[in-house]
């Protein structure tokens, strides 16, 4: 990647992250330490706060119905115990779905197991960064030889401050466009979501819902509450999506936070002007705000507790389809070192770019 502006003065100073309140009012699950005890725990937890039953079409009674004799009359040890318990909560089909034990982690895998895997990084560091780009705050960032803007982000788990997206920017505001590659990165801190989007987006635009738990019964919900972007500080430099087209790279190990981010970012496309496209493949999913509580045996279980909708208040849940959908080619890939997805969107971005360049920059 060519060598990095150097536009790097004028920064001000962070602000606060948006936080998104709790909604899983936790009581005591009193029930036995025992394998039956256990086991009426978990059932009665996910009863009680999960929130994608319609959704997945799961009657929670006949689970219970079913594996209730297995754990009265078959289990003999806790290996048994918890693979009896990922066998019952497999049937949500959900990612966020988790038991934390000693010795292993029940986990839902196969949200991604019929997609391609549509990424490759030792192609993308050997044959697009290579060692020129720079990083910070979990971004590695660059220009490509046809000064289209690049930017890595692998989990949301890493927190950017404010004053790092500045940099990052103005660094990038030569670019004709900018490509946010956010691949595989399977998600991390909601609240991340709102500082990176408000960069690029409409401010203070509403770009999903989100509703909170009320009642023990299965569609017992409050109304859905707005989640918006973030205000727009002075100071702050933003993205100028309608000059400069962005579009975000999915694939389906973009799961939760990401997935969220995703849907941010497509909200604002085409409002004053923006172009923000995504190319690539559908994305995992992962709506529900994760919970958790701990089991009689001190295992702690994890759930959707609270659905997160997009801003025609649509589930995403599911997953959602890029606006292009390219699939990377093996041939392309091991043969001519090119990663068809990152090359789509160059295409896009040159073609559609209004950028212009005189003699100052």
Same mark, same amino acid.
């Given at each position: ?5 150097? &536009?790097l003065?004028?920064?001000a100073?962070?602000?606060?992250? &948006?936080a998104?309140p ?11 330490? /025992? ?8 059932w009665?937890?996910?009863d009680?706060?999960?929130c ?8 929670w ?5 079913r ?6 009359d ?9 693979r009896?318990?990922d066998?019952?909560?497999d049937?949500l089909c ?6 934390y034990?000693?010795?292993n982690?029940?986990r839902?895998?196969a949200?991604? #197991?019929d997609y391609?895997?549509?990424?490759? =990084? =030792?192609?993308l560091?050997?044959?697009?960064l290579g /060692?020129?780009?720079w990083t ?5 960032y660059?220009l490509?030889?046809d000064?289209?803007?690049?930017i +890595?982000? #692998? !989990?949301?788990?890493?927190s ?5 997206l500045?940099?990052m920017?103005a660094?990038l505001?030569?670019a004709?466009g900018?490509?946010i ?13 709102? /500082?990176?989007? !408000?960069?690029?987006g409409?401010?203070? &635009?509403?770009?999903g819902y989100l509703?909170?738990k ?8 409050s ?6 972007l973030?205000? +727009? ?7 100028d999506a309608? *000059?400069?087209?962005?579009?975000v790279? *999915? ?6 936070? *990401?997935?969220i ?6 909200a604002s496309d ?6 923000i496209k995504?190319?690539?493949?559908k994305?995992g999913?992962?709506s529900?705000?994760?919970?958790? *509580?701990v &089991?009689?045996n001190?295992w702690t279980?994890?759930f ?7 801003? =025609?208040?649509k589930s995403?849940e599911?997953?959602?389809d ?5 699939d990377?080619?093996?041939?392309s890939?091991?043969?001519n070192?090119?990663?068809d ?9 040159n073609?559609n770019?209004?950028k212009t360049y005189?003699e100052q920059?």
């Amino acid at each position: 990647m060519k060598h990095l502006p150097h &536009l790097l003065a004028r920064m001000a100073t962070a602000v606060a992250l &948006l936080a998104l309140p709790s909604c899983l009012d936790d009581d005591s699950l009193e029930e036995d330490d /025992t394998f039956l005890g256990t086991f009426e725990a978990c059932w009665r937890a996910i009863d009680e706060h999960y929130c994608f039953f319609d959704e997945k079409n799961v009657d929670w009674d006949e689970v219970y119905t079913r594996y209730k004799p297995y754990f009265r009359d078959s289990v003999k040890t806790m290996v048994q115990e918890l693979r009896l318990l990922d066998s019952m909560l497999d049937l949500l089909c959900d990612g966020h779905v988790n038991i934390y034990a000693p010795f292993n982690t029940a986990r839902y895998w196969a949200w991604y #197991e019929d997609y391609p895997q549509n990424f490759d =990084n =030792n192609l993308l560091e050997r044959h697009y960064l290579g /060692t020129n780009y720079w990083t910070a705050a979990g971004f590695k960032y660059g220009l490509m030889p046809d000064s289209v803007g690049y930017i +890595r982000y #692998e !989990s949301f788990s890493v927190s950017p401050g404010e004053t790092n997206l500045d940099y990052m920017l103005a660094a990038l505001n030569m670019a004709k466009g900018l490509i946010i590659d956010v691949r595989d990165n399977g998600g991390g801190a909601l609240t991340n979501v709102p /500082t990176i989007a !408000s960069r690029f987006g409409e401010a203070d &635009l509403t770009y999903g819902y989100l509703k909170h738990k009320t009642g023990k019964g299965h569609n017992d919900f409050s109304t859905p509450e707005p989640i918006k972007l973030d205000s +727009r500080s002075d100071g702050r430099i933003y993205w100028d999506a309608k *000059t400069q087209p962005v579009v975000v790279l *999915t694939n389906r190990s973009a799961y939760s936070a *990401t997935n969220i981010f995703v849907m941010a970012m497509k909200a604002s496309d085409g409002i004053g002007g923006r172009k923000i496209k995504t190319f690539g493949d559908k994305t995992g999913g992962g709506s529900g705000m994760p919970f958790s *509580t701990v &089991l009689p045996n001190g295992w702690t279980l994890r759930f959707s507790a609270c659905p997160m909708y997009d801003k =025609n208040k649509k589930s995403v849940e599911g997953g959602i389809d890029p606006d292009f959908k390219v699939d990377m080619d093996s041939v392309s890939m091991t043969v001519n070192h090119k990663d068809d997805i990152i090359e789509a969107a160059r295409t896009y971005i040159n073609e559609n770019t209004l950028k212009t360049y005189d003699e100052q920059e």
